[in-house]
Nanobody, 125 residues
Framework: VQLVESGGGSVQAGGSLRLSCVAS????????MAWFRQAPGKEREGVAA????????TYLDSVRGQFTISQDNVNNMLYLQMNSLKPEDTATYYC????????????????????WGQGTQVTVS
């Protein structure tokens, strides 16, 4: 399984970015995908996850209403739309995938995800 993120960059506070992740080699019919982030000196934390198929989502409380996770099954893409960005959103953002038997297993725990991308840097000033 390969996950490759793109779309990071530098933006001023209040701006928006859309992160993309292209997935390949995943053979499960049901799975969860998520976006995590890690700021310098901090633990990696899950910010949004989605169950595929079905589209059920979950978010970190602090980004609910600000970030939106979505997916395009046809093109094997995962997206994270980030609006009203704040300096505290500065981090390296990672795409992740893991097997989920059903939508009830969706979550933001790192232990749920077996596959990770290399990360894309988001800097908000």
């Amino acid at each position: 399984v390969q996950l490759v993120e793109s779309g990071g960059g530098s933006v001023q506070a209040g701006g928006s970015l859309r992160l993309s992740c292209v997935a390949s080699g995943y053979s499960y019919s049901t799975y969860c995908m998520a976006w995590f982030r890690q700021a310098p000196g901090k633990e990696r934390e899950g910010v949004a996850a989605i169950y595929i198929p079905g589209g059920r989502t979950t978010y970190l409380d602090s980004v609910r209403g600000q970030f939106t996770i979505s997916q395009d099954n046809v093109n094997n893409m995962l997206y994270l739309q980030m609006n009203s960005l704040k300096p505290e959103d500065t981090a390296t953002y990672y795409c992740a995938a893991g097997f989920c038997r059903g939508s009830w297993e969706i979550g933001l725990s790192r232990s749920l995800y077996n596959y990770w991308g290399q990360g894309t840097q988001v800097t908000v000033s």
